[in-house]
């Protein structure tokens, strides 16, 4: 399994970015899939899921309202649209693929199996 997230940069507070994260090898609707960060000196936190029974999202309160998570299945590529970024939001951002989570684990990093190799956002004040 390969995950391969792109779409990282460098924006202004206030701006928007879309980031996105292929698969190969498991398919991204049948399994639970999500987006993490880790900003430097921090432990690496949950932002967003979708989970494999039913397709309900969740959300961290730190990006609820501003952060969606979307997948398109025939692409098998799961999205983070990140809009009103703020300079706190700057990190390395992974996704990440779980083919075993349960609801109660979704937010977990140990409940994921799959990761891919992070991409970094910043945000400038």
């Known amino acids: 399994v390969q995950l391969q997230a792109s779409g990282g940069g460098l924006v202004q507070a206030g701006g928007s970015l879309r980031l996105s994260c292929t698969a190969s090898?498991?398919?991204?609707?049948?399994?639970?899939v999500a987006w993490f960060r880790r900003a430097a000196g921090k432990d690496r936190d949950f932002l967003a899921g979708i989970f494999r029974s039913g397709g309900s999202t969740t959300y961290a309160d730190s990006v609820k309202g501003r952060f969606t998570i979307s997948r398109d299945n025939a692409e098998n590529t799961l999205y983070l649209q990140m809009n009103d970024l703020k300079p706190e939001d700057t990190a390395v951002y992974y996704c990440?693929?779980?083919?075993?989570?349960?609801?109660?684990?979704?937010?977990?990093?140990?409940?994921?199996?799959?990761w891919g190799p992070g991409t970094q956002v910043t945000v400038s004040s």
């Open positions: 990440a693929l779980s083919t075993t989570a349960i609801m109660s684990s979704r937010t977990t990093s140990s409940a994921y199996n799959y």
């Open positions: 090898g498991r398919s991204i609707s049948r399994n639970t």
